[in-house]
Each structure stands twice: as C-alpha cells, then as structure tokens.
C-alpha cells in the first residue's frame, strides 16, 4: 500500500492518505484540482473621481477615467480613487496577505506605493456574491511629466491588476521619450 500526498494533486503537503490502488479517488483529486491556482484574484480595477459602497453592498462609481490632462508638469491631480474587486478561494478564509498598489510611470520608476495587510473574511452568507469591494482615497500627488503610468495591484507580492492611465500636456508637450 502506497502514500500519496495532495502534492501529487495541489502541490500542498497538507494531508497523508492511503487509497487502496496508490492512486487519489477521482471526486477528491477533482475536488482539490478546482482549488488549486485560485488565489486571491481581482476582477476589477478602474481609477474614478468618487465612489462609494451603499449599505445594500452597491458600488457606486462617479467619473471613470484612464486620461488626466494637465497644463504643465509636474501636475498635481487633486482627486483620485482606486476601485477594486476583490475575489477569495474558500482556502484563503483567515488568512492575511500583503496588500500593495504600485503606481509606476512608462520607465518603471516609482510615483507612489502603498502597503496595508489584508484580513481574507469568511462571508456570512457562502450563497451570497462574493462582492468585497475596495475604494481607496489616493491623495494628491505630484507627476512629473506627461506620459503613460499605471496602478499595480499586488497581492502577495504578485501582480494581481494594473491600471493603465495617461497624463498628457494640455500645451501639446510630446510624452517623456526614451534614452
């Protein structure tokens, strides 16, 4: 008699079991390989003027945008909030993960970042959509020229969404070019 390991199947050493013929029953290795790969993941990420969540759990979105013009540089855009979508796997409840956004320009150098630890909550209600929504407040902040940049969202270190945006001179300044 054989034993196998949920290595075999999720690459996870979390449990021993002995099958009778050395291999996983078919229902358990299905069950465990629909888990496997679905971590935190979001499905939703733009940048607005305002939002919010209502007590009903609706998101509520005011002036979605991927352009911000500015009449020189470095601009300062007053308003700016992060809206987010965040989905969990039964297998992340209670754990905490290392939340970040990133906003980088074209060449990767960083305007900003920001790092919060993240509780994963079990829902009260597993039927109910799994609708965790996050409007983040990003305060003003100075670009430094006319171009692309994006958010990065991070979970756990890895890059779960991005949010390309453009600033452009109102003046008709060409982007910063390379070199």
Same mark, same amino acid.
């Given at each position: 008699?054989?034993?196998?390991?949920?290595?075999?199947?999720?690459?996870?050493?979390?449990?021993?079991?002995?099958?009778?013929?050395?291999?996983?029953?078919?229902?358990?290795?299905?069950?465990?390989?629909?888990?496997?790969?679905?971590?935190?993941?979001?499905?939703?990420?733009?940048? *607005?003027?305002?939002?919010?969540?209502? =007590?009903?759990? @609706?998101?509520?979105? $005011?002036? +979605?945008? %991927? /352009?911000?013009?500015?009449?020189?540089?470095?601009?300062?855009?007053?308003?700016?909030?992060?809206?987010?979508?965040?989905?969990?796997?039964?297998?992340?409840?209670?754990?905490?993960?290392?939340?970040?956004?990133?906003?980088?320009?074209?060449?990767?150098?960083?305007? *900003?970042?920001?790092?919060?630890?993240? =509780?994963?909550? @079990?829902?009260?209600? $597993?039927? +109910?959509? %799994? /609708?965790?929504?996050?409007?983040?407040?990003?305060?003003?902040?100075?670009?430094?020229?006319?171009?692309?940049?994006?958010?990065?969202?991070?979970?756990?270190?890895?890059?779960?969404?991005?949010?390309?945006?453009?600033?452009?001179?109102?003046?008709?300044?060409?982007?910063?070019?390379?070199?």
């Amino acid at each position: 008699m054989s034993v196998h390991s949920l290595t075999d199947t999720v690459g996870l050493d979390l449990l021993k079991c002995r099958p009778c013929d050395g291999k996983l029953p078919t229902p358990f290795t299905q069950k465990w390989s629909r888990l496997r790969g679905r971590e935190m993941n979001v499905p939703l990420a733009l940048l *607005a003027d305002a939002a919010n969540i209502s =007590q009903e759990g @609706k998101l509520n979105v $005011l002036g +979605a945008f %991927n /352009n911000i013009t500015a009449s020189r540089f470095p601009a300062v855009h007053p308003a700016m909030v992060l809206v987010l979508q965040l989905k969990a796997s039964p297998a992340e409840y209670g754990q905490t993960k290392q939340f970040e956004i990133k906003i980088l320009d074209a060449d990767g150098d960083r305007i *900003a970042e920001f790092k919060a630890d993240l =509780q994963v909550d @079990k829902p009260d209600d $597993l039927a +109910a959509p %799994n /609708n965790n929504y996050v409007v983040m407040n990003i305060p003003p902040m100075p670009f430094p020229h006319s171009g692309d940049y994006a958010v990065h969202i991070l979970v756990g270190g890895e890059d779960k969404a991005e949010v390309p945006f453009r600033l452009t001179d109102q003046g008709g300044d060409r982007p910063k070019q390379e070199g």
